[in-house]
């Protein structure tokens, strides 16, 4: 059974920092992309950024570039969302999902992932 599980996620405060793993089971970790979206209350789920576990090349949405950086412990199967300086325009429920493309086709509205986690809350409050 494919399992992707986030954590990391709470309260914290403008400009501060969270960061977020994604640990995944069940799926040959090098074999996939693991892309990171985020759905705030009433919006639509947009992607965040991607990285791709065969090159470790990322991908990034222009709103988080330069503040989000997405890195990956391969040993571990898990993926993290580091992010700073962070906005109360960040607030959302966080999920990571598996591409067997490996962000080939990744773009901020693309979601045709195959396995999705649950999420996890990230409230950014000032």
């Known amino acids: 059974e494919v399992q992707l599980v986030e954590s990391g996620g709470g309260l914290v405060q403008t400009g501060g920092s969270l960061r977020l793993s994604c640990s995944a089971s069940?799926?040959?970790?090098?074999?996939?992309?693991i892309a990171w979206f985020r759905q705030a209350p009433g919006k639509e789920r947009e992607g965040v950024g991607c990285?791709?576990?065969?090159?470790?090349?990322?991908y990034y949405t222009i709103s988080v570039k330069g503040r989000f950086t997405i890195s990956s412990d391969n040993a571990k199967n898990t993926v993290y969302l580091q992010m700073n300086s962070l906005k109360s325009e960040d607030t959302a429920v966080y999920y990571c999902?598996?591409?067997?493309?490996?962000?080939?086709?990744?773009?901020?509205?693309?979601?045709?992932?195959?396995?999705w986690g649950k999420g996890t809350l990230v409230t950014v409050s000032s």
């Open positions: 999902a598996a591409d067997v493309h490996s962000c080939r086709f990744w773009g901020p509205s693309y979601y045709d992932m195959n396995y």
């Open positions: 990285i791709s576990e065969r090159d470790s090349a990322t």
């Open positions: 069940g799926i040959t970790f090098d074999d996939y992309g």
